[in-house]
């Protein structure tokens, strides 16, 4: 009887392990199922949260590559080397010597000055223009951009140009105005002499003549005639009269004077030997 118990016994509790384990398996998937739902609605932020940092990476990069932007205090900045001296260059020039700047035309150097710029010890010529009444400086180490003055030999083929054709090309006036002006402000005394030759209209009144044309050839002229009066030594009248000789001007006017000179020595001379 005791054996038959025993059995009966072992078999209930194979049964209720059995059932335990069925009951845990059970359990166990309902969890992993759980697990695996959750992991599911959690990935899907996830990606959204990854998608919005690269976004705003790429606009980092994109505000970083914008050069209007203003810098942080954080980013490094260039480093600025400081100059203390300015490059030394030899004297074309002196004291009293006459130049041509070709912004503002002949002027005189009155002296060479020293001037403190930025902390920097800049050596200067100190230019006088008689006739805008202005003075002006050009640092020793750009005197590439100031010439000496034309010789008698460049003088003369001045006005063997002045003597020439006129050459007008047939584009607008605002174009050829451009050109004008650009020789007007290269400074070269052959550039002035064939902008006065074109822009020259003589005593022909009838011609029209606009204001800026008037204008070009007045800027030219005079610039062209300072230059004649010094290189030349003569009076400020020689030069012009030379000058307007080769252009043909005011040739009545001339010979009016050369008349009246004559008709004066004349009477002199009558009055002296009654």
Known sequence: MKNILKKILNKKKTKAVKKKTKILKKVAKTKKVSKLVKVKKVAKPLIKKKAIKNSKKKEKIEINSDPLRIPKNNEQKPEIKKVKKQETEKKNFKAKDY?????HGVGQITETKKINIGGIDVETYILKFEKDKANGMVPVNKQSHLRPLATINQINKCVSILKSKPKIKRSMWSRRAQEYEAKISSGKIYD?????RDLNKGDDIMIDQSYSERQLFEKAYERLLTEFHIVMGSSFEDAQKKLDKALKRNLEKQIQKVEEKTSDEEIINQE???
Request: aromatic share 8%; charged share 25%.
């Open 99 to 103: 130049v041509v700047y070709p912004k």
């Open 192 to 196: 002035l002499a064939e902008v006065v």
């Open 272 to 274: 002296v030997a009654e």
